[in-house]
């Protein structure tokens, strides 16, 4: 069997300058997407036939803006074409003191602005704040930033989440 891979890189969404404690670093979200294509069946006297599966790779990375050299990178999520990956969406949606919101596919995150490791995950939020189960959409249209992370729920309440209380609570707002 052989096998081999081809890849395409596109930003996704506007750069993120983020402050990150020790100085500020570039932010950009971007999806590559990965043909993996693999000759199968076949033997000593027929050809077999070529499966071209599509991989989508959503990563955060980091940049120093004053050289451009990448601080960190991080791969947050691997999506298949079958599992959403060709539709899927990364984007920086605001710093809000020590985080980072981010929409990955089909859930906001709350990131640390000094690594970019996890603080939050809509599954945290809604254990945290269980009157948010189920409420939460899955959709990035119902995401917004200003100043804070503003979320219109599925009963159409506008929900403000609070960094300090976001493991707490969430705080209605609007």
């Given at each position: 069997?052989?096998?081999?891979?081809?890849?395409?890189?596109?930003?996704?969404?506007?750069?993120?300058?983020?402050d990150a404690g020790n100085g500020k670093q570039a932010w950009l979200a971007t999806i590559q997407e990965e043909e993996r294509s693999r000759n199968v069946g076949g033997g000593s006297r027929s050809v077999g036939k070529w499966i071209t599966e599509s991989?989508?790779?959503?990563?955060?990375?980091?940049?120093?803006?004053?050289?451009?050299?990448?601080?960190?990178?991080?791969?947050?999520?691997?999506?298949?074409?079958?599992?959403?990956?060709?539709?899927?969406?990364?984007?920086?949606?605001?710093?809000?003191?020590?985080?980072?919101?981010?929409?990955?596919?089909?859930?906001?995150?709350?990131?640390?602005?000094?690594?970019?490791?996890?603080?939050?995950?809509?599954?945290?939020?809604?254990?945290?704040?269980?009157?948010?189960?189920?409420?939460?959409?899955?959709?990035?249209?119902?995401?917004?930033?200003?100043?804070?992370?503003?979320?219109?729920?599925?009963?159409?309440?506008?929900?403000?989440?609070?960094?300090?209380?976001?493991?707490?609570?969430?705080?209605?707002?609007?």
């Amino acid at each position: 069997m052989s096998a081999e891979s081809q890849f395409s890189t596109d930003t996704s969404g506007p750069i993120g300058l983020v402050d990150a404690g020790n100085g500020k670093q570039a932010w950009l979200a971007t999806i590559q997407e990965e043909e993996r294509s693999r000759n199968v069946g076949g033997g000593s006297r027929s050809v077999g036939k070529w499966i071209t599966e599509s991989h989508y790779h959503l990563r955060l990375q980091a940049h120093d803006p004053a050289t451009a050299q990448r601080v960190w990178l991080k791969e947050l999520k691997l999506l298949r074409d079958k599992d959403g990956g060709m539709s899927a969406e990364i984007r920086i949606l605001g710093q809000q003191g020590d985080v980072v919101w981010v929409w990955l596919h089909d859930q906001v995150l709350a990131l640390s602005a000094r690594d970019g490791s996890l603080v939050a995950d809509r599954s945290m939020l809604e254990r945290a704040n269980p009157e948010l189960k189920g409420l939460i959409p899955g959709e990035v249209k119902f995401h917004t930033f200003i100043g804070a992370l503003v979320i219109t729920l599925a009963d159409a309440r506008r929900m403000r989440i609070e960094v300090a209380k976001t493991l707490e609570g969430a705080i209605p707002d609007l």
